[in-house]
């Protein structure tokens, strides 16, 4: 915007400032949190309790990962395989069952097509009732087991891919379904053979971006999967948080933990992230 | 629902592996769409049971008092406790004040930080990454790293403000900060969101608007406030309304930073929720998630309704 002043020296001149400004400022609010994270988790125990910014006399790294592991009889290896399960469960039936809805909600016009959409508007904002789901999953004998918790992750999370979906279907020309019909599709082939392939670039965004959410979720596995049975990454970072008041290498070992897969997923998905996050959010 | 179900399950079962005698199948394409309601169906399922059954369930509950086994009618004492007590009452009015910080602040800083990140500066991929980055690290996480720098004594944030001779505050520990601080993380967290849908509605504004401001010698700042500004409105809506639904539900970060405390000092309606569950006070917790409901619904329908009418007046 500033752009529209003077000579293409000043704009040079000015290109340079801000942005080592920018960086500098960046640096401080937005790096150094996460270089502290960093330090810390490299840190012996009595050097990381002085919680100072500073580099570490000795390196720790290894053996806080390998104590950090052990704890709790391995603790932390469960709360791995239980939070990928869950992820990769609910991402991957929330694309199917959304998509779904998606397409017909684009495709069909009924009356029910205001209902539907009123519905899946309330699903974005209504705060979910905490204890009436607990006793409705008791009802169901899903509470407390992890499929229960992949069932509670689609239903919370599928408004905002039905919207992703339904915004994508709107792009693919009807003709392509008529002709589909015409060579004799029913309506299960017409879905998954012809429009669910062209939806792949919207489900990479979904896939990630809900990967992204579900992984992160703190409040869901608290309420609806309490105990070590059911631990996930989230809800033992959280009982760590009061375990480890004395050993904060450990703790911010597990904060680093948690913290670089969603750097590898944002090194990797960058673009569908972004792409996500605002056309969601816009249409939200 | 289960009627067009068990109608199009044949209807599919009938013509997909092959096409039955043609009269038969010119009547029943009229009737048989090429897309089925029971598409809906497992959607339906899921979403019905565990969020629009317990949703409506949490108005009757909440009239209640409630041990999961067995429910007893109690009217609206629990909303008249609700509004009664001080600490409950007072989380009402936090989640109202939390909701609002956030929300402006993730707007103004929003765009702020798009209109510089989308100006003709260096490295500005690299900005723009790490703005956004925190959106993707878990609250719980960034719960526990922030209350370690906020920490009074050793925290890093004190020890640089005490480089600077300032004094500074108990961020978590003094109750009347306690609220604004976790505030402070979340819009460290949430603005990089903000960001990126402000840096998608400045692209998106066509160049000779700013060249015509030029030709009239227009300065950059009043380019912002008469040409940027105003198109910003879509955008505005949408970071306005996204970070109230957000701020008005917020827990995580609450609950890793302050437990709602000291006190009951930051204390939020989410938090509420959870000590009464906690507690097996299962009644008053339904109460405060209807009231959370209320809330809601009470800020986010109107503002809705009414920023989408600004726009369309324009």
């Keep these: 915007m500033t752009t529209a002043t003077g000579t293409p020296k000043l704009n040079k ?18 790096v150094v949190p996460f270089i502290f994270i960093f330090l810390t988790a490299a840190k012996s125990r009595q050097e990381a309790s002085l919680l100072q910014f500073s580099w570490p006399t000795e390196w720790a790294l290894w053996e806080n990962l390998v104590e950090v592991i052990q704890t709790r009889d391995y603790i932390l290896i469960t709360a791995f395989i239980n939070s990928t399960i869950i992820t990769v469960g609910s991402v991957a039936l929330m694309v199917i069952v959304s998509a779904l809805v998606g397409y017909v909600l684009q495709r069909r016009r009924t009356r029910w097509n205001g209902l539907i ?27 407390k087991t992890l499929h229960g918790l992949i069932f509670i992750e689609v239903a919370f999370g599928m408004a905002f891919c039905i919207l992703m979906f339904r915004a994508f279907v709107a792009t693919i020309p009807r003709e392509l379904d008529e002709a589909a019909i015409m060579d004799g599709a029913g309506p299960i082939r017409l879905f998954f053979q012809v429009i669910f392939p062209l939806l792949r670039s919207v489900i990479v965004t979904v896939i990630v971006v809900q990967a992204v959410f579900v992984f992160n979720d703190f409040q869901n596995p608290l309420y609806f999967l309490p105990g070590d049975q059911g631990a996930t990454v989230q809800l033992t970072l959280y009982n760590f948080q009061s375990q480890f008041s004395t050993s904060w290498n450990l703790l911010f070992m597990d904060i680093l933990l948690i913290t670089v897969p969603m750097l590898l997923m944002y090194i990797f998905f960058n673009r569908q992230i972004v792409a996500g996050m605002t056309s969601g959010a816009v249409k939200g | 629902m289960t009627m067009t179900t068990t109608t199009s399950q044949t209807g599919s079962a009938s013509a997909w592996p092959a096409e039955p005698e043609p009269t038969g199948k010119r009547r029943r394409a009229k009737k048989r769409s090429p897309y089925p309601m029971w598409f809906y169906l497992p959607a339906a399922i899921i979403y019905g049971a565990l969020f629009v059954v317990p949703t409506f369930a949490s108005f009757y509950f909440s009239l209640t008092r409630w041990t999961i086994f067995d429910s007893q009618f109690i009217g609206l004492d629990n909303f008249r406790t609700f509004f009664s007590e001080p600490y409950l009452f007072e989380s009402l009015i936090n989640t109202i004040i939390f ?29 723009r990454s790490v703005v956004f980055f925190p959106v993707l690290v878990s609250a719980v996480g960034i719960g526990v790293t922030f209350s370690v720098l906020m920490d009074p004594f050793d925290g890093l944030i004190n020890k640089v403000l ?31 969101i903000a960001v990126l849908i402000y840096i998608a509605g400045i ?30 409105r879509p955008a505005t809506t949408t970071v306005i309304i996204l970070s ?9 970060l609450i609950w890793t930073m302050t437990r709602g405390g000291p006190g009951f000092s930051s204390d939020v309606l989410a938090s509420v929720v959870y000590k009464q569950y906690q507690a097996g006070f299962y009644g008053l917790s339904t109460a405060g998630n209807v009231v959370l409901f209320v809330l809601v619904a009470a800020i986010i329908i109107p503002l809705f309704w009414f920023l989408n009418r600004k726009e369309v007046d324009r």
Excluded at chain 1, 118 to 143: C, D, K, S
Excluded at chain 2, 110 to 123: N, T, Y
């Design chain 1, 13 to 30: 001149t000015y290109s340079w400032v801000s942005g080592t400004l920018g960086i500098l400022v960046t640096g401080v609010v937005f």
């Design chain 1, 117 to 143: 959409s009123f519905l899946v508007l309330a699903g974005l904002i209504v705060p979910p009732a905490v204890v009436p789901t607990i006793w409705v999953m008791q009802a169901l004998g899903i509470y």
């Design chain 2, 99 to 127: 909701a609002t910080i956030t929300s402006g602040m993730k707007v103004v800083l929003g765009l702020l930080i798009a209109v510089f990140l989308s100006s003709q500066i260096i490295a500005r991929g690299y900005l």
């Design chain 2, 162 to 192: 005490a480089v600077f001779g300032i004094e500074g505050p108990g961020w978590l520990t003094d109750p009347n900060l306690a609220l604004i601080s976790v505030a402070l993380t979340d819009v460290w967290r949430g603005v990089g």
């Design chain 2, 203 to 232: 692209v998106a504004i066509p160049q000779e608007y700013f060249e015509a401001a030029k030709v009239d010698g227009a300065s950059a700042t009043k380019a912002f406030w008469n040409i940027t500004l105003p198109l910003m």
């Design chain 2, 244 to 252: 109230l639904i957000g701020g008005l539900r917020s827990f995580d």
